[in-house]
């Protein structure tokens, strides 16, 4: 599954063509086009789908919306292991997932 995913704009390399940022999805960041917003600044929120910013977003819809991926497991989906280590590094809780700590044979992971 492909998500539109909300993020906050940390950083906008305006001499990129296209017009490109980096995007924190609540820990995880991303590289992203922000051609179809070219008036965006550095910490504002939008909501990017396959690579593409595509629409402003406030922050309290943003937040929401980011918990309840979180909740619903689409954020690991999305974004696999880097989500769960940027939340195990911010020392947020994760969810323990039996299947991820061991690999095909049975035995721990390292």
């Known amino acids: 599954m492909c998500l539109a ?11 990129a063509d296209p017009l490109t940022g980096v995007i924190d999805f ?4 991303k590289q992203a086009c922000l051609e179809y ?8 929120y939008v909501i990017v789908h396959v690579g ?4 402003r977003l406030d ?4 937040r929401a919306s ?3 991926f979180e909740q619903l497991g ?9 989500w769960r280590q940027a939340a195990e ?3 947020d809780a994760v969810p323990h997932n039996p299947e991820s700590a061991h690999d095909k044979s049975g035995s721990e992971a390292r």
Do not use: C, M, T
Not at 5 to 15: C, L, T
Not at 37 to 44: K, M, Q, S, W
Not at 59 to 62: P, T
């Open 37 to 44: 917003l070219p008036d965006l600044r550095v910490g504002e």
């Open 89 to 91: 590094q911010a020392g």
């Open 5 to 15: 995913v909300p993020g906050k704009v940390v950083s906008i390399d305006h001499r």
């Open 52 to 55: 593409f910013a595509l629409q």
């Open 66 to 68: 980011l918990e309840l």
């Open 74 to 82: 689409l954020l690991e989906e999305e974004f696999g292991d880097a």
């Open 26 to 29: 609540g820990g995880v960041q």
């Open 59 to 62: 922050e309290a819809s943003a």
